[in-house]
T-cell receptor, first 113, second 112 residues
């Protein structure tokens, strides 16, 4: 069975441009997480979904970041407009439900120039 | 979310056991202790979790103190592939509570 799939793997954009990341979680997993990871730091939670509901988006910078999880399956994370400081790896993870083993994708490495 | 404290880094020799400590003095009665690791250029991967009793799986063992205020992840024979950052995380049991919150973790280096 395929794990968590993220695309693209790498993205380079100019500042002020929009960018979107896509995540396909493991089939049947109700919980989906988006994280941001800067070099040398642990992953920082941006948002957690339970099915299609965002149950915790308190760390999501809502002025420029948005996320959606239509039909409680795939999810998209968008940044508009991107800033230089947004350069990081964006990780998606899924689990059967919160508090169970989470599986992570390979991440999308974003470079804003 | 309850906090955990881990050493920034540790070193080990290949084929020797490694004990990675984690302090969680504010743990609540319903918190599970989870361990994840992150190999270079990869997403984190689950290692093990437990509540009160010691736990073993094919990857590692988890020893939990009787008062649950600390735990130790044990790699029985470290290999070069075990070089990674190890994260100790507390998660409440069941339901839709709690977030998987990562700290800085412990960077484990394994010498040949």
């Amino acid at each position: 069975e395929a794990g968590v799939v993220q695309s693209p793997r790498y993205k380079i954009i100019e500042k002020k441009q929009p960018v979107a990341f896509w995540c396909n979680p493991i089939s049947g997993h109700n919980t989906l997480y988006w994280y941001l990871q800067n070099l040398g730091q642990g992953p920082e939670l941006l948002i957690r979904y339970e099915n299609e509901e965002a149950v915790d988006d308190s760390q999501l910078p809502k002025d420029r970041f948005s996320a959606e999880r239509l039909k409680g399956v795939d999810s998209t994370l968008k940044i508009q407009p991107a800033e230089l400081g947004d350069s990081a790896v964006y990780l998606c993870a899924s689990s059967l439900r919160a508090s169970t083993e989470a599986f992570f994708g390979q991440g999308t490495r974003l470079t804003v120039v | 979310d309850a906090k955990t404290t881990q050493p920034n880094s540790m070193e080990s020799n290949e084929e020797e056991p490694v004990h990675l400590p984690c302090n969680h003095s504010t743990i609540s009665g319903t918190d599970y202790i989870h361990w994840y690791r992150q190999l270079p250029s990869q997403g984190p991967e689950y290692v093990i979790h437990g509540l009160t009793s010691n736990v073993n799986n094919r990857m590692a063992s988890l020893a939990i103190a009787e008062d649950r205020k600390s735990s130790t992840l044990i790699l029985h024979r470290a290999t070069l592939r075990d070089a990674a950052v190890y994260y100790c995380i507390l998660l409440p049991y069941g339901g839709s509570q709690g977030n998987l919150i990562f700290g800085k973790g412990t960077k484990l280096s394994v010498k040949p």
